[in-house]
Structures are given as structure tokens and as C-alpha cells.
């Protein structure tokens, strides 16, 4: 009678409560697809794990299970001892009402369910850890809570109706209790029961503080106490006395660096801006992609410190990730912004969205590098997570830059302070189909004048959005910084001191290793999308025009090469086939489109062509490869396949350090062996081991592929001919007449891509030559390796180009 009793009361209360969830209520959940994203089997029976006694969040997991066809919570399973919970709660709510028999209960049902597996073998429940929030807002420093914390229902119920659209639900991985209950004695299954219950209780804390983050300190006291620190004592004194000006005023100094730098993060500000970036980017964006994130999150479970190491393409990266990782669960990170951003409002907006502001210089500032590097330390002390972009500023190419160590540098000081919570740098991969700078970019690298930023440039460019497509943010494999060091110094521990200003002889080359690492890794991250696509083959083609059919059908040749012969396996590849792709490339308004009776033909004017060597250039190191093989086959005719490694062997160390490929040499070669057998297979080339041919029917596909790199070949021409000509040539001068000449070809042979003749493409490749043995420690020519790279390079260009670079000696 009392089980009926309290069955119906279950009910009851259960239909009372549902009604105002599903008014109040709009649960986001966490990851966005759980089912894909945490393999989730819908067929096996589901027991839901809850953190805590509450019958609201209950039937918001109950909507969400429905949504995404899973079990209902309300319905038990069914198991040899009759109809069990599907649902269990490991601890009691909040409240002087709450029974302390929770505990108690939920190890009673695991108990229950343990014995249950153990009597039916072929019984398999998974245990589903799922945590509802009604609001993510961080405790701060000093504020009391006065909550009607004892009144748990009645605050719960007043949390849903004023945060109910500010509520995620965090889906975690299944635990088969199957695979516990088979493997363990009956004797121990009441303390297999207690262990799961602790374990659980575990998780779901360390989730929440993985979710809402640390407690936010009241600004200028943090700032007060950093001014007191030995290290900024020490540096004011320091500044004193080099200035010949007083404590007082060194002190004021450097009171105002902090306050420029540091910032003031509000969840309210976050909220807001949340709210307008959802507004946005459905009527701005067709959708947002977010590929990767569950290590993510699983690391800062775990209490690790996170260093957020995006490439920079627009001043949307700023707001974007911090989006994605709040819509991921995730606490947004404290951001370096540059100091051109701390304009108003910008300034002001963002400084509460947690930027941080950094100057473009530190050198010759002792006091200002104290203070920032004081600053930096005790974010990570405290448990922030950061974000800079190792870049330093936006790519105008779509390349990835040479990376600006000292944020990163400063970093692994921070580790030499002895801080013991481990620190893991994970790459950003951040990619668009429409880059709100890019006319600005090409203007710039044709010499106008880089624009000051302001509000009136800001909204300027807002109002004139549209169209623009897909974002994509991949997360890279995280590198763990203590397992990095590690392996590449045994001994770093040594250097850890208090202080951490000491600077050993490996810190320099460590930080050189590590940022190319990481720039490795954010390229092996890539977004392929239908403007990339769609940009290269328009690109490589004679006057930047393809026929539809012929645009599709190399569209097509791409996506079987990257997906057969996938670059790496976090490399984002659309499944949608190519003519859809081209369909939502030409829906952006980026080509032009005639059309004759044959059919429609793509192409681009001379300024759109500029424009969309962007595009093309945020995904070139996934086809270079291909198309350098290409373009030795088809200069070739009939080429071994040893031959053809070892010209691309040789070559491939320029390619590597320009367009951060992360191959290592036997990567390589098995890379090449399946890029030739894929080539075979779509029928571009004929290929066996002993012999490499064109094949004709296909031969325009092949040299439109090969096209691809005639850039990048062009180039290396050039630098490699100055070089045979004067092995004696300064670097500097190396690197001015290389721009020079490739600036006249552009001109004269009707080049459009901007980064051609771009000062650190040469730059790089110049320190690329000398690192490679190519130039000494003098900086003098080795003839016989130049003569060899010469070559091989000169026959992969045309000779009308040759000719011209001849030419200008």
C-alpha cells in the first residue's frame, strides 16, 4: 500500500513539475550531439546518474531523452529482480527537507543493479552521467551568499523560472556496469557499489568547476596585492633608479601598466555577449562547427591548466572561441589582446570578456615585462585558462605566420616557478568561408597603410555582413607542457626556482620547438569547406576559369584524395558531395557566372582572384604534396617511383618549413606511396612501383592539380637562381632582390596572389636555406647542394617563366 502511495505521489508530482519546465526551460546540451560525439548506444537500457536529488532537473534530462531518442528516465528497467530506477541521484539536494538517505539509496539501487548483471549475463546498462546547470556564474571573492540555500526546492524552482534559458545539460561518457559486475566477487559488490557512488560524486564536482571555473577576484585588490609582490618591488626599484625618478612614481607606473593590462571579466558581460553572438551568427552565418572539444573538456576535468593557442584570421577569433568554449561547456579563457583593440567601447567590452591587454613590444622596458610576466603568472596560479595567439597579429595571407614566442616563452617560465598544477597548450584551428578583413588584408600587402582600429570601422564593417557562410573551430591533439619538457629536456626540473625569472641555454631552442609544434599541429587541425575548394581549382586554372562540370569534377578529385589519403585524422573534410559544395560556394556571391549553350562556366575578376588566394591559402599544405608529385610526373612523362621520392625528398624541407607540414621523412614516404596509389586509383596517372605515367585522357585534371604549386615552385626558382649565380650574396640581400624579382614576375605574367612577393615568405625560406646547410654560418652558398635543388627545381617551371627570372640576373 505505502509503494503505491508513494509511486502515485511520484506521478503526481513528477506531471506538476514538468509542465512549468517545459515553460521555463531550454536546456542546451553539452556536447552539442552526445549521441555521435560520446558514442551512445540508444537499444541498451540506460541508467541516468544525477548529482543530486532534483525532480526538475530530472524531467529536463526526461525532455532531452526524448529529444534525442534515448530511454526514458521514468520508465525502469526491467531486470530479473523485477522494475528498477533508471535513474539514480548520488547525493541529496540542497535543503533542511532533503533526506540524508540519498547516499545511501542511490548505492543501494547500484547494489541491486550489480547483482542484477551477475544473475543475467546478457544484461547491459550503461550508466549515463548527466549534470544539469541553471546558470554558470562564477563565486567572487569576498561576496557572501545569502541564498535561501535551505529552502533547496523553493531556490531551485525561482533558478528555473529567471535562468531557465541559461541552463546546460552535460552529457559524459557511458560505464558499462556490466563490465564491473562480471569481474567482481559477490562478497565485494557493496563496496563496488560505494566505489562507483564516490566516483561519480568525484566527477560531477570536478565537471563543475570545470564548467563555472575558479572564483573571480575583486579587481583592484588582486592588483594592490601584485604591486606588493617581491617581483614588481624589486623591478620598481630597479625602475627608480635607472630613471632617476622616485619609489612613488615608479610605484604609480607600474600601477598603471597593471591596470592597462589587466582584465575585468563579468558573467554578465559573458551572458550578454552570448546572447548577441547566438543573434548574429544565425543571421549572419549559416552554422558553426565545432570539431574535437571533448579532450578539452576532459582536461580541464582533470585540473589542468589550459593555454588556448588559436591562428588569428580576423578579430572574430577573439569573440568566437571564447563562444565556442562557453557553448562546450567550457570556462572562456583570459585573452592577450593587442593594445590596438583597447579602444571605446571595444576596449571596455572586451577587458570584461576577460581580455587582457599586451603591448606590441616589451624590449627596453624592464618594469612593464615584470609586471606582465607577474600578471601572466598569477592567472595560471589561480586557475584561469589563457589564450594568446602565437602569431602576434592577423594572417593577410591565410597562411600561418612565423610564431612570436615570447607569450609562449613566458609560459614555461611559469612552470620554473615550481606552479604544480599541470600546464597543456592546445592548438586552435579557426577557419571561415568569408573572412570579414580580407579586402583590407590584400590592400595592406600592396602597400596601403594598416588602419588604426575604431568604432566607426567596427560598425562600418558589421552593417555590410552577409553571406558569410560556415565558421569552424577544430581543436588540435593538446600538448601536455610538463610531458613536452620532458621528453626534450630531462633535466629541466633543475631549473625551477621561486622566482622564475632564470632563463637556462635550452629555453630558447625549447620554445623555437615547442611554437612549431604547435603551429604543426593547428595546420594538421584543417577546415576544408566548399570556398576553400572551390578557390584553389579556380586559382590554379589558366584565366581563373572552369566550366561547372569541371570545377565539380576536381572538387570531387580532392575530396577522395583528402579522405583516402587523409593529411591527418583531425582534418575536417565536408560530407556532402561536390556539387552541393559548389552550390553552397556559389550561393556566396564570390564568383561570376556566365552561361552559354555548353553550360555555365566559374570564374573570377582580377580582383576576386586576389581576394580568394585567402581561402586557398588556409588549406595549400593539404594539396602540395599531390600537386608537387603532379607536376614532377607531368615534367617527367614516365618517372620511377624512386625517383620521384627522392625529388620530392628534397624538396620537401622548404615546403615543411614554410607551410608548418608535420611529416617527419618516413611519414613521407608512406604519404607519397598512398598519394600515388589514390592517383591510380581516380585514374589521373598509371602506376606501378617500377613505373609512374601520365595518362592522357586525364591530362588536364592532372596539370590543373599540378598547377597548385607552381606558385610555391616559382618562387624557389627564383631565390635558388640568385643564389647559383652569387653564392657570395648577403642574406638581406638575398631576401631583397628574391622579392623583387617575384614583384616583376606578378606583374608580368599576371600573378595575383598577394603572398608571391610577401616579405616573410622569403624571410622564412632565406632561414630555412641556412638552417638547411645551403647557406653557412657566413652566409655563403654551399655550390654543390645549390646547384643539385637547382636542378631539380628549374625543370618544374614553364619556360616562358624561366626565361624571365633569367632575365632579370
Known sequence: MLQWITTWWNKLSFAFI???????????????????????NRLAPVLYVLPYNSKIDLMVVQSLSRKYQLPDPLDGIKTNNGILPAYIYIDKGPGIFASKQQKKKSIEILRQYIMAHQQNPQLDVQMLPVSVMFSRAPDKEGRKKLS???????????????????????????????????????????????????????????????????????????????????????????????????????????????????????????????????????????????????????????????????????????LLLSYVLYRQGLVPPHIAAGINLNFWPAGPIFRRLGAFFIRRSFRGNKL??????????????????????????????GRLLDPKTGMLMMTIQTLLRGDPRPISIVPVYIGYEHVLEVATYAKELRGAAKQKENL???????????????????????????????????????????????????????????????????????????????????????????????????????????????????????EQSAEQLFEHAKQMGKFVITTDQAGEIVSLTQEQAILMTYYRNNIQHLLIIPAIIARIILKQNRISKDELIEQVKLIFPLIKAELFIYYEEEQLLDYISKLLQCLDDINLINFTPERITVNYLKLTSLQLLASISKDTLQRYVITFSLLQKDPTISRANLEKESRLIAERLSVLHGINAPEFFDKGVFSTLVSTLKDLGYLDAQETGNSEKITQMSNTLKPLITNRIMQTIEEFH
Not at 514538468?18 to 551512445?40: A, G, H, M, W
Not at 607577474?374 to 584561469?384: D, M, P, Q, V
Open 456 to 574: 566607426w570601422q567596427t560598425l562600418k564593417a558589421f552593417f555590410k555582413l552577409k553571406k558569410l557562410g560556415l565558421g569552424y573551430v577544430n581543436f588540435g591533439d593538446p600538448i601536455p607542457l610538463n610531458q613536452f619538457l620532458t621528453q626534450n629536456v630531462p633535466n629541466w626540473r633543475e631549473a625551477i626556482e621561486p622566482s622564475g625569472t632564470l632563463r637556462p641555454n635550452w629555453l630558447t631552442p625549447t620554445t623555437n620547438l615547442l611554437a612549431k609544434g604547435i603551429m604543426e599541429s593547428i595546420n594538421s587541425s584543417a577546415a576544408v569547406n566548399a570556398m576553400n575548394l572551390c578557390s584553389t581549382f579556380l586559382l590554379a586554372s589558366q584565366q581563373n576559369a572552369l566550366t561547372k562540370q569541371q570545377l565539380i569534377e576536381h572538387i570531387n578529385y580532392a575530396l577522395i584524395l583528402l579522405k583516402s589519403v587523409p593529411y591527418s585524422n583531425l582534418v575536417t573534410v565536408p
Open 18 to 40: 514538468r509542465l512549468p519546465v517545459k515553460f521555463f526551460v531550454k536546456s542546451q546540451s553539452i556536447p552539442t550531439d552526445p549521441i555521435k560525439d560520446l558514442n551512445i
Open 148 to 318: 535561501l540555500q535551505v529552502l533547496g526546492g523553493t531556490r531551485k524552482f525561482l533558478k528555473m523560472c529567471f535562468s531557465g534559458r541559461d541552463c546546460y545539460t552535460r552529457f559524459s561518457h557511458t560505464v558499462s556496469l556490466k563490465n564491473f559486475a562480471l569481474s567482481i566477487e559477490n562478497e565485494k559488490i557493496p563496496e563496488l557499489a560505494h566505489k562507483l557512488s564516490r566516483v561519480a560524486r568525484i566527477h560531477f564536482s570536478k565537471q563543475r568547476m570545470a564548467s563555472v571555473g575558479p572564483t573571480l577576484p575583486i579587481r583592484q585588490q588582486m592588483l594592490k596585492m601584485l604591486l606588493n609582490s617581491q617581483e614588481i618591488s624589486d623591478a620598481i626599484q630597479e625602475e627608480a633608479k635607472s630613471k632617476n625618478i622616485s619609489i612613488e612614481k615608479a610605484r604609480k607606473n607600474a600601477l598603471s601598466m597593471l591596470n592597462e593590462i589587466a582584465a575585468n571579466f563579468t558573467y554578465r558581460a559573458l551572458k550578454i555577449t552570448d546572447y548577441i553572438l547566438t543573434w548574429a551568427w544565425n543571421r549572419l552565418y549559416q552554422g558553426l562547427k565545432v570539431t574535437h572539444a571533448d579532450p578539452i573538456r576532459e582536461l580541464a576535468q582533470n585540473g589542468h591548466e589550459i593555454v588556448y593557442a588559436p591562428c588569428h584570421r580576423s578579430h572574430m577569433d577573439y
Open 368 to 397: 612593464y615585462t615584470s609586471v606582465f610576466r607577474k600578471y601572466l603568472a598569477e592567472l595560471f596560479i589561480r586557475g584561469y585558462s589563457v589564450e594568446y595567439f602565437i602569431e602576434g597579429g592577423r594572417s593577410r595571407t
